[in-house]
């Protein structure tokens, strides 16, 4: 499979919505699991939505009913729609990708990497 290119990121007040997207030709989630993670300044990275082989998803809690994770089997595009956005989601977002044992948040599970798109939400 080829790279993983995030896009869509940007400027945003609180409430708002932003839709994140990651070229992922190659990495269908039939065979890879597909995730976004997330890393504030000064913060570790962070695992927010995982997509996995059986089409199953799990969200860190604190997005939970927020963002919703997806991917277009048309052209492997991954998506995460991200509704009624907070200060505290502003973070560089990556999409990641890897074949076994990634349904989980955990970075550590993930081989692939893309190389992220910038989120700000301001009050």
């Known amino acids: 499979p080829g790279p993983l290119v995030e896009s869509g990121g940007g400027s945003v007040q609180a409430g708002g919505s932003l839709r994140l997207s990651c070229a992922a030709s190659g990495y269908n989630y039939r065979s890879y699991c597909l995730a976004w993670f997330r890393q504030a300044l000064g913060q570790e990275r962070e695992g927010v939505a995982v997509?996995?082989?059986?089409?199953?998803?799990k969200y860190k809690n604190s997005v939970k009913g927020r963002f919703t994770i997806s991917q277009d089997n048309a052209d492997d595009t991954l998506y995460l729609q991200m509704n009624n956005l907070k200060p505290e989601d502003t973070a560089m977002y990556y999409c990641?990708?890897?074949?076994?044992?990634?349904?989980?948040?955990?970075?550590?599970?993930?081989?692939?990497w893309g190389q992220g798109t910038q989120v700000t939400v301001s009050l």
């Open positions: 990641a990708a890897a074949r076994e044992g990634c349904y989980t948040l955990s970075e550590m599970a993930f081989t692939y």
């Open positions: 997509l996995g082989r059986a089409g199953s998803t």
